[in-house]
């Protein structure tokens, strides 16, 4: 009964969200309370991994996902002319979904806070532009991820991809490629990021702010995506055995 009341609620909350009803009746106090197990956050070392051990066509995959924590249907749309290399943006317009059918398709957000653009650490620009030189989709509106015959990313076909290089690089089996996202928040969050920035970092809104989505400045965010490339480069420092031997 408790999951069926947590399924009830959520359907109920995404309906305010989308302005389909103004409150949500589900107001029960505690009866959506619940004990989450705690999910992995991948360090830094592990998410570049992972990216080594997944290979070229994919590691700018899971670089992504970990520093601009986008969602895997938001990065599934993503087009060449959505990936800005010279300023360090990677805009968000569209989320990939997927029919009874098993057809795949672009949607537009379902609320204002997932139209975004979000910064990236510069440390991981290279890797982006080998891979629009060598794997995205042909002109603007080619696809930046597609598999290796010209399809759409699809999750399911990109499961076992995942799991062979979360065992190659000796992560936790407990890991999901959804887990990725919790990396980039925490760094985001331990650089400075505020409550608000973070949000819209993640394209969520409250129920009650769905109509005053607050804008972030580049600069700013961009200042962010800075402070998580430093942490980015002294976690590799801290685990190059070049670097240990030098001192």
């Not at 995404?14 to 309370?33: L, W």
């Not at 995205?136 to 290089?165: E, M, T, V, Y």
């Not at 760094?187 to 969520?204: C, F, I, K, Y």
Request: proline letters at 5%; charged letters at 30%; hydrophobic letters at 40%.
């Amino acid at each position: 009964m408790v999951n069926a009341y947590q399924l009830l609620r959520a359907i109920m909350n995404t309906a305010v969200d989308d302005e389909v009803i103004q409150r949500n009746p589900c107001r029960i106090k505690g009866a959506d309370t619940y004990d989450v197990p705690e999910r992995p956050v991948p360090s830094v070392t592990e998410v570049f991994a992972v990216a080594d051990a997944i290979g070229p066509r994919w590691r700018a995959l899971v670089l992504l996902t970990a520093f601009t924590t986008r969602r895997f249907g938001e990065l599934a749309a993503l087009r060449r002319r959505d990936v800005d290399l010279a300023n360090r943006l990677v805009r968000v317009q569209r989320n990939q979904a997927e029919l009874n059918s098993g057809r795949l398709y672009d949607k537009a957000p379902k609320s204002r806070a997932g139209f975004r653009p979000v910064a990236f650490p510069a440390e991981i620009v290279d890797d982006l532009a080998h891979h629009l030189d060598r794997y995205a989709g042909p002109g603007p509106d080619g696809h930046l991820f597609i598999g290796p015959r010209g399809g759409k990313l699809r999750r399911n076909n990109f499961r076992d991809d995942w799991i062979r290089a979360r065992t190659a690089a000796g992560v936790s089996a407990d890991a999901h490629f959804h887990d990725l996202r919790h990396t980039g928040n925490t760094l985001a969050s331990q650089n400075g990021a505020s409550t608000r920035e973070l949000m819209t970092r993640m394209g969520h809104s409250s129920t009650r702010a769905a109509l005053i989505y607050q804008h972030m400045t580049s600069d700013r965010d961009r200042a962010i995506a800075d402070r998580m490339g430093e942490a980015v480069r002294q976690a590799l420092r801290r685990d190059d055995p070049a670097t240990e031997a030098g001192q």
